[in-house]
Structure formats: C-alpha cells, structure tokens
T-cell receptor, first 114, second 116 residues
Framework: AQKVTQAQTEISVVEKEDVTLDCVYE???????LFWYKQPPSGELVFLIRRNSFDEQNEISGRYSWNFQKSTSSFNFTITASQVVDSAVYFCALSESGDYKLSFGAGTTVTVRA | EAGVAQSPRYKIIEKRQSVAFWCNPI?????LYWYQQILGQGPKLLIQFQNNGVVDDSQLPKDRFSAERLKGVDSTLKIQPAKLEDSAVYLC??????????????FGPGTRLTVT
C-alpha cells in the first residue's frame, strides 16, 4: 500500500511566488518520522527536515516552512519567495518507529522561472 | 566531513551482462542503504545493512541482485544478469547511530545504469 502520496506531479511558478507542496501519509504506528528531501538536477538527494510524530509544531527555516497536521495525516512544505535555485524534485518520506528505512512519495517537480 | 561516495557515476551495459556498484558511506555511519530510483519515481529501498549484517532485504530481487558489506564500511551492489527494467539510478545512503539522527539518511550522487 502506498504510504506516502504526493498528488502534485509538477508545479511551475515565477520567481518570488510562494509554492506549497502537499504530502499525505499513511501509517498505523503512533510514533513515526516524516522527512522532506530535495533532488536538484545533479541528482543527489539533500536532506531538508525531519519531523517527529509527537511534535506538531510548525517549523520555519529561512524561506522554507513546514505544516504538520496529524488530524489530516499531512506534512506540507512551503517555499516562500521562490528562487530559480529552488528548481528541483522534492520528495516527502516516512519512517516508522524502529524501522529506519524511508518510504518515499513519487515526488513533485518544482520549476521556478525567472 | 566527506559525503557518501559512489562509483561509477554512469554505466551502460547490454541485457544479460553483469554490473557492480560501489559505495563508501560517511565515516562512522553504521547503517548503509541501497535504493533503486526508476525515472519519475521516488527511491525504493533494496537493502539495509547495520555494520556488516543485513537488516532488511525484502525488496531485493535475489535471483539477480546481491549486495555485501564485508568489513562494515564499503559496500558493493551487483546485478547479474541485468534486465532492461533494471535501468535506474542506484542510490547509496548512510546514517549515524545517534538517537533520533539515526533516522536521517545522507545520500550519495548515485549511479545511473542504462541497460540496452
């Protein structure tokens, strides 16, 4: 069964626009971990954030922010004032407690046009 | 701190040939993972090592894929014989054994395999 769903396949925006990436997950565990990774054209997956299931505080890091809502099983990611360098594929992933392995969504391709 | 190293970066082979990929994890990282990423999809775990022992290889097609991590550091992933559907990027990742950071995986640049 699909554990992580990223419904948006591609998003295209103009520089300085905000962009929000949706992520919906499925798990029976009460303790789990959610992640976002960025995969630029070079191909290397870059770790962005880890969020624990018992911490529902939203987080902001520079132009990046994350909204975690257990009630809707969602962990959305917003890039504020997007830049061309933000163009990449973004993956949401889930790790269940004690498992450590990552189950990835299909990814969302973000294209930021100058 | 050096990142995860992988080689080769690119490989083109014909079907039924064999191929091997190499990974050197971040120093001190006990856990090592191999993922397969088919074009347009998210990475899928093939095998997970803890030191030199296999933790999870449930998704590894064992009739043609094999992996080892003999000294608990470097790892090799082999495909023999290759099929067209094995065309993908093979990603190696490692993670520390340090509380919740154990869940954070750091990825190498990947090996892009094309099977013709």
């Amino acid at each position: 069964a699909q554990k992580v769903t990223q419904a948006q396949t591609e998003i295209s925006v103009v520089e300085k626009e905000d962009v929000t990436l949706d992520c919906v997950y499925e798990t029976r565990d009460t303790t789990y971990y959610l992640f976002w990774y960025k995969q630029p054209p070079s191909g290397e997956l870059v770790f962005l954030i880890r969020r624990n299931s018992f911490d529902e505080q939203n987080e902001i890091s520079g132009r990046y922010s994350w909204n975690f809502q257990k009630s809707t099983s969602s962990f959305n990611f917003t890039i504020t004032a997007s830049q061309v360098v933000d163009s990449a594929v973004y993956f949401c992933a889930l790790s269940e407690s004690g498992d450590y392995k990552l189950s990835f969504g299909a990814g969302t391709t973000v294209t930021v046009r100058a | 701190e050096a990142g995860v190293a992988q080689s080769p970066r690119y490989k083109i082979i014909e079907k039924r040939q064999s191929v091997a990929f190499w990974c050197n994890p971040i120093s001190g990282h006990a856990t090592l993972y191999w993922y397969q990423q088919i074009l347009g999809q998210g990475p899928k775990l093939l095998i997970q090592f803890q030191n030199n022992g296999v933790v999870d290889d449930s998704q590894l097609p064992k009739d043609r894929f094999s992996a080892e991590r003999l000294k608990g550091v470097d790892s090799t992933l082999k495909i023999q014989p290759a099929k067209l559907e094995d065309s993908a990027v093979y990603l190696c990742a490692s993670s520390p054994t340090r509380g919740l950071e154990t869940y954070e995986q750091y990825f190498g640049p990947g090996t892009r395999l094309t099977v013709t």
